[in-house]
């Protein structure tokens, strides 16, 4: 089956930064829009960003609104999170996942990553 791989998780301090990839070997995510969406333990799964094929619409949760950062690089075939200034409730599992449109829906995401951990903490 087809999946999409993250990377980039790390532990950080609150307002350090790190920047996730989303990267594919077995098909070009050019023709995809890409969502990055978390998990908490306990929470349900969210969306927090996701990027339209040819960059023209994005979308972001008010939570990550002016701190997060979606891009992509079709030549490299990689999906990038920027996250800056991020704060303890940022904790979570992040994955990446390809759809036909940008869309928050999660049922509609085709292939998914395994997640990347993310823990911001002193």
């Known amino acids: 089956q087809l999946q999409l791989v993250e990377s980039g998780g790390d532990l950080v301090q609150p307002g350090g930064s790190l920047r996730l990839s989303c990267t594919a070997s077995e098909f070009t995510m050019a023709y995809y829009a890409i969502g990055w969406f978390r998990q908490a333990p306990g929470k349900e799964r969210e969306a927090v960003s996701c990027?339209?094929?040819?960059?023209?619409?994005?979308y972001y949760a008010d939570s990550v609104k002016g701190r997060f950062a979606i891009s992509r690089d079709n030549a490299k075939n990689t999906v990038y999170l920027q996250m800056n200034n991020l704060e303890p409730e940022d904790t979570a599992v992040y994955y990446c996942?390809?759809?036909?449109?940008?869309?928050?829906?999660?049922?509609?995401?085709?292939?998914w990553g395994q997640g990347t951990q993310v823990t911001v903490s002193s």
């Open positions: 996942a390809a759809a036909w449109t940008v869309t928050t829906v999660l049922s509609e995401y085709n292939y």
């Open positions: 990027i339209s094929s040819n960059e023209a619409a994005n």
